[in-house]
């Protein structure tokens, strides 16, 4: 038979049972209560005596007995601790395997959940080429599959914390809308149409407030697309982080593209260089929030005839930039801003923008309140322009500048109706006025009296049409 062992693989010794011990102990104290009892009987006992029993009485046994007694108890008490001292041992050497134990099987399963893990990776891996096959598979049905089944792949990639791999999944949908696709038939262009409305449909579920899995901090990039179709972004928000770029995009007509009730929140960036408006496009953003830290902005964009960007109702609130340097406002286009308000600490600037024949950039019931600033920096208002602030409210604290604008032969900017409240400061300095422009402020109503330009206290240059009142 083998010998006793430890879990662990030790060899266990017989003496180091703690029952084998507790009999030694035992068999310790009767010892020595018998060698003390022998000792004390040899007492005052002849030497050569070695049975002493019979020299003594049986009283003087009994008072024998009673010193033997306390001897024995005293390494009885000594052999007691001495086991005592060995079971603490052997506790805190249980203790030490059950933790050496416990360690050993957590590695083990940081083991198993890496190995797991580097499945599940390479098990989304192939799930990803899989799809992205779909999205350029020539059957439209493939293609609507391979849209839903991209996005639940990023889903998965986010839910396992890798928001790298995530944002290649969103970053393949987005190249679909990028990428012009050659349809055969009318019928192949409309199916395709179809796919880039669900694509931008999916990519506005996951912008939700309270979407399961949210992608409001992804960038989306939309450079050179072409928008055909509707696509809305409807109630999406863009947080910190969230990056959205129509750079040389083209909004074509027919195209309706949907930013109502959308929020953009502090640190998103919402790009629209270079992109082009064109006939029939509808570029809408009612009701939406721009908030503190959010930038949106139009560079060098073309505004085209037809086209109609509006921002009914929206808000554009402490710290946000909204932009429009060297934008060009062309023949037939609509700008609007009716009953929008412009609220303490927001920049909503046109610098060097270009109003030209026949455009519409309209302010109507607008609200400039404390601490907003509106310029048009070196702006130049055309021929047949029309820029138009009536029934606006330009409250205490508020700032619209015009600082080295043009005003051309042919323009009219339009402040009637408007109302100039205390405080407020619209200013037109540097700029040059035509005789054949129109700045109307005859039916503007001014509680603090009326603007001084750079005329001075002169009565203002022909083309700049005074409040009647004054």
């Keep these: 038979m083998s010998d006793a062992t430890e879990p662990s693989g030790a060899k266990v010794r017989p003496w180091d049972r703690l029952w084998v011990q507790i009999a030694l102990a035992i068999f310790l104290v009767l010892a020595v209560f018998a060698v003390a009892f022998y000792g004390f009987a040899v007492i005052g006992t002849h030497p050569a005596r070695l049975w002493p029993w019979s020299a003594k009485t049986h009283p003087g046994l009994y008072e024998l007995s009673r010193t033997a007694v306390p001897v024995a108890a005293l390494v009885g008490g000594a052999a007691a601790i001495v086991v005592g001292i060995r079971r603490q041992r052997s506790t805190e050497k249980t203790v030490e395997l059950t933790a050496r134990t416990a360690q050993i099987t957590a590695d083990a399963y940081a083991l198993d959940q890496k190995r797991a893990g580097r499945e599940e990776i390479d098990r989304l891996r192939d799930r990803y080429t899989t799809i992205a096959a779909q999205l350029g598979d020539d059957a439209a049905p493939v293609r609507l599959a391979g849209v839903y089944a991209m996005a639940a792949l990023a889903d998965d990639w986010i839910t396992m914390g890798n928001h790298r791999e995530a944002q290649v999944c969103i970053d393949v949908l987005c190249a679909y809308i990028r990428t012009p696709r050659n349809t055969s038939t009318s019928e192949d262009a409309v199916a395709d149409t179809r796919v880039r409305e669900t694509i931008t449909r999916v990519i506005t579920q996951h912008l939700q407030e ?70 029939g496009c509808w ?55 009716p009953s929008a308000w412009f609220n303490d600490g927001c920049r909503v600037t046109f610098p060097s923008a270009r109003f030209n024949d026949g455009c519409r950039v309209t302010f109507p019931e607008a609200r400039f309140n404390k601490g907003c600033l509106a310029t048009f920096l070196i702006a130049h208002f055309n021929d047949g322009c029309r820029v138009d602030f009536s029934a606006a409210r330009f409250n205490d604290g508020c700032r619209v500048d015009f600082p080295d604008a043009w005003f051309n032969d042919g323009c009219r900017v339009d402040f009637s109706d408007a109302w100039f409240n205390d405080g407020c400061r619209v200013t037109f300095p540097g700029v040059q006025f035509n005789e054949a422009s129109e700045v109307d402020f005859a039916t503007a109503g001014f509680n603090e009296g009326w603007p001084i330009g750079p005329w001075g206290e002169d009565p203002p240059p022909l083309g700049v049409w005074s409040p009647s009142a004054h």
């Design 210 to 279: 309270g979407a399961t899995t949210s992608w409001s901090d992804k960038a989306f990039d939309f450079t050179e697309a072409h928008f055909t179709g509707s696509h809305s972004f409807s109630g999406a928000r863009f947080n910190d982080g969230c990056r959205v770029a129509f750079l040389g995009a083209e909004f074509n007509k027919g195209c309706l593209v949907d930013f109502s009730d959308a929020r953009f929140n502090d640190g998103c960036r919402v790009d629209f260089s270079d992109a082009r408006f064109n006939d």
């Design 283 to 337: 570029v809408t953003f009612p009701s939406a929030w721009f908030n503190d830290g959010c930038w949106v902005t139009f560079p060098s964009a073309w505004f085209n005839d037809g086209c109609r960007v509006t921002f009914l109702g929206a808000r554009f609130n402490d710290g946000c930039r909204v932009t429009f340097p060297e934008a060009r406002f062309n023949d037939g286009c609509w700008v609007t801003f």
